[in-house]
């Protein structure tokens, strides 16, 4: 297992990316989520999306964040720390150990 930067070469595939139909609500889709991290860095947050690969195998995609990403945050624990802000794996890859794995 690896997390690999976004880039040029991955950012579409990272964008095909799909859970499940019944599990939309439970995370933002990845698009969404790479336009979140542009915004956060370029106003000065730590926001950064990684795909998660198993080998040369895209799985899924993921994101840290240190501190607070707005003033709207009131988590008192996401001040001075790192987070795991998104995480999701490709509903061909569910249950195979990869979230864990990540």
Request: proline share 1%; with cysteine; glycine share 6%.
């Amino acid at each position: 297992m690896r997390l690999e930067e976004i880039n040029y070469q991955n950012v579409w595939k990272v964008c095909n990316l799909k859970v499940k139909d019944n599990q939309d609500d439970f995370v933002a889709s990845n698009i969404e989520s790479l336009a979140e991290a542009y915004l956060a860095l370029k106003n000065g947050y730590v926001f950064v999306p990684y795909a998660i690969y198993d080998e040369d195998l895209l799985v899924g995609f993921t994101a840290i964040s240190y501190g607070r990403l707005d003033e709207k945050d009131q988590l008192e624990i996401s001040k001075d720390n790192y987070g795991i802000i998104r995480i999701m794996i490709d509903k061909e890859y569910q249950q195979q150990g990869y979230g864990k794995k990540a």
